[in-house]
């Protein structure tokens, strides 16, 4: 399997551009992760969805933020428009989720590492 | 609400030193207990879990047991070598519908030849 995929790896851009971050999961897991990592505030959980319905968006920092699951493989991260805090890495992450009790594992995606000029 | 607190790093070792890193947990429920590890310019992967009290995950000589009355997972290895040098996260989760993970800050260990 190829693990979770995640494009780009780098991302340099000007603040007030767009900016969009992918992830493809792994195939037959039903849940993905946003996550963004900052030595600031360590790791954040941004928004999660199973089944491509979001589930919760609560860590989502402010409306410049949207995610969307069109389909079971493909997710996108926007910014829009980009400021300079926002640099950071972000993690998409995937897993199977199982209705009992025992959360299955996580598997992270290499990252995106984000620099706003 | 649940929460997870690590001891702050950096840990910094010598090679073949013993390794502990603290965690403690607050819970509502009965979640599975997770170490985490991240090495350099990389995500998150798995390195051991838990599922119930007096659960003892293991895994590439780490070794971490639930202990329910101290809320605690702490992660051991008994001879650390410098390929461990990586950032350690501990986390709890519960399955079902809510299936989200709470980590931990992370702890940086820096092992050293």
């Known amino acids: 399997d190829a693990g979770v995929i995640q494009s780009p790896r780098h991302e340099v851009t000007e603040m007030g551009q767009e900016v969009t971050l992918r992830c493809k999961p792994i195939s037959g897991h039903n849940s993905l992760f946003w996550y963004r990592q900052t030595m600031m505030r360590g790791l954040e959980l941004l928004i999660y969805?199973?089944?491509?319905?979001?589930?919760?968006d609560s860590g989502m920092p402010e409306d410049r933020f949207s995610a969307k699951m069109p389909n079971a493989s493909f997710s996108t991260l926007k910014i829009q428009p980009s400021e300079p805090r926002d640099s950071a890495v972000y993690f998409c992450?995937?897993?199977?989720?199982?209705?009992?009790?025992?959360?299955?594992?996580?598997?992270f995606g290499p990252g995106t590492r984000l620099l706003v000029l | 609400g649940d929460s997870v607190t690590q001891m702050e790093g950096p840990v910094t070792l010598s090679e073949e030193a013993f390794l502990t890193i603290n965690c403690t947990y607050t819970?509502?429920?009965?979640?599975?207990l997770f170490w985490y590890v991240q090495y350099p310019g990389e995500g998150l992967q798995l390195l051991l879990k838990a599922t119930k009290a007096d659960d003892k995950g293991s895994n590439k000589g780490f070794e971490a047991t639930y202990r329910k009355e101290t809320t605690s997972f702490h992660l051991e290895k008994g001879s650390v070598q410098v390929s461990d040098s990586a950032v350690y996260f501990c986390a709890l989760g519960y399955g079902g519908a809510t299936n989200k993970l709470i980590f931990g800050t992370g702890t940086l260990l820096a092992v050293q030849p």
């Open positions: 969805f199973n089944n491509n319905v979001p589930i919760d």
């Open positions: 819970a509502t429920g009965y979640p599975s």
């Open positions: 992450a995937s897993s199977r989720q199982t209705p009992g009790l025992t959360p299955e594992t996580q598997y």
